[in-house]
């Protein structure tokens, strides 16, 4: 069964520092993979999503993550980060072989930036 | 598009009484899901629905929680009796998925509170 492991549970971080949060996955071959982000009181949004091709995709607000299949590894990343940032990360994946769209989600990173 | 709409975005209610969350997926989508967030227990998928046909609802907790899906564009998620155990925000999403793995839409959300 997939799994999906975020193994920070809480990072934080001085604004303008740099950001990785890290995200593995258990599958037996490449999924689809997504980042997600949770600003307190809302929904899930989608910052980026690697389906194929070039392993390092970049998001929306200035994320990127990178793809590793040698380390089963979607790692995500910003140079500079935000006080709007603090919000929690959840990593997702999904079946390729799936035509149902579920996610397998993990526990989430809660992003905290200090001023 | 609106996105996703759920209703109610807040629901306090006593023990015992029923409570009905509605969910309107985006247009065009085919794939539901219901998940239910809590601080101890995270994300969790509930049930969700392929073409408005239940596909899996291994994450309903109890025969208290069912869900419908009579048409493509309307989904309840019903507890009947509720506790305050139930309480907790409760998301709605949406995929167009047809194997090309299209990421899933979440709505706000609505925040249940049993007393």
């Known amino acids: 069964a997939q799994s999906v492991t975020q193994p920070d549970i809480h990072i934080t971080v001085s604004e303008g520092a740099s950001l990785e949060l890290r995200c593995n996955y258990s599958?037996?071959?490449?999924?689809?993979l997504f980042w997600y982000v949770q600003s307190p009181g809302q929904g899930l949004q989608l910052l980026l999503k690697y389906f194929s091709g070039d392993t390092l995709v970049q998001g929306i607000k200035g994320f990127e993550a990178e793809f590793k299949r040698s380390q089963s590894s979607f790692n995500l990343r910003k140079p500079s980060v935000h006080w709007s940032d603090a919000a929690e990360y959840f990593c997702a994946v999904e079946d390729r072989g799936s035509t149902l769209g579920r996610l397998y989600f993990g526990r989430g990173t809660q992003l905290t930036v200090w001023p | 598009d609106a996105g996703v709409i759920q209703s109610p975005r807040h629901e306090v209610t006593e023990m015992g009484q029923e409570v009905t969350l509605r969910c309107k997926p985006i247009?065009?989508?085919?794939?539901l899901f219901w998940y239910r967030q809590t601080m101890m227990r995270g994300l969790e998928l509930l049930i969700y629905?392929?073409?408005?046909?239940?596909?899996?609802d291994s994450g309903m907790p109890e025969d208290r929680f069912s869900a419908k899906m009579p048409n493509a564009s309307f989904s309840t998620l019903k507890i009947q009796p509720s506790e305050p155990r139930d309480s907790a925000v409760y998301f709605c999403?949406?995929?167009?998925?047809?194997?090309?793995?299209?990421?899933?839409?979440f709505g706000p959300g609505t925040r249940l509170t049993v007393t």
């Open positions: 247009s065009g989508h085919n794939s």
């Open positions: 629905f392929n073409n408005n046909v239940p596909i899996d």
């Open positions: 999403a949406s995929s167009r998925s047809s194997g090309v793995a299209y990421e899933q839409y």
């Open positions: 599958y037996g071959a490449t999924p689809y």
